[in-house]
């Protein structure tokens, strides 16, 4: 039997961009006494982004919409980085783990990031486990498609400019490959099914990493 280290659980998320079609998806491994603050910057590793905007965890989806009861809304609790803490309502990051975000969920809870371009990831509760005595502390085990770009609209921006990318005779063809070029750091032609777990887990390392150094 492997080494495990007592009183804690391994847990593995799936984290899935609502609204895409076909699904971008990631299936994450992450301890459960991981807090969020954390738990964003593997996030932002494996889907590829830039930490570039706000971004925030609730135990609901944001945008359903509620009816009052008693004259009461019962909005969904959120979390954000401490320093922007503002209302009442509002809870620090930093001070919840994933564990007792995912419980208070039922398993569920979402993390949305750029409230412009509103990319919303619905976390799902796979499984848990016994974390192992050895291994690293988060880890990308599967997933579908690459990430979305950074400030390219949200998801039906995104979908827009994966069909002019697609269309060489689109009259804004050429303008949108040189803005994924600029994006992107390189004139490689955009590949939106790319997806290597390696590179990502390397990536979600050295995020790890230097939020450690970072203190």
Do not use: C
């Not at 969904?76 to 509002?90: A, M, T």
């Not at 919303?120 to 498609?145: H, I, K, N, Y």
Request: hydrophobic content about 35%; overall charge negative.
């Amino acid at each position: 039997m492997a080494d495990t280290a007592p009183g804690r659980e391994t847990l593995r998320v799936r984290f899935e961009l609502e609204l895409s079609v076909p699904p971008i998806w990631r299936t994450l491994d992450l301890g459960s006494s991981m807090s969020l603050d954390r738990v964003h910057d593997v996030v932002q590793a494996a889907f590829g982004w830039e930490d570039a905007h706000l971004h925030r965890f609730t135990d609901r989806d944001p945008y359903e919409r509620l009816r009052p009861v008693d004259g009461e809304v019962d909005w969904p609790l959120q979390w954000l980085p401490r320093d922007l803490v503002e209302d009442p309502e509002d809870r620090p990051e930093e001070e919840l783990d994933l564990g007792t975000l995912l419980a208070q969920g039922a398993g569920t809870a979402f993390y949305e990031y750029d409230f412009g371009d509103s990319w919303l990831l619905r976390m799902q509760l796979l499984e848990s486990r016994p974390v192992p005595a050895a291994g690293p502390a988060a880890s990308v085990v599967d997933g579908a498609r690459r990430g979305p770009l950074e400030d390219s609209g949200g998801v039906p921006g995104y979908e827009e400019l994966l069909e002019v990318l697609a269309d060489p005779d689109d009259h804004e063809h050429a303008e949108s490959r040189e803005w994924v070029a600029e994006m992107t750091g390189t004139d490689d032609p955009y590949d939106p099914e790319e997806f290597d777990t390696e590179d990502l887990n390397r990536k979600v390392a050295a995020a790890l990493e230097e939020r450690a150094s970072a203190g």
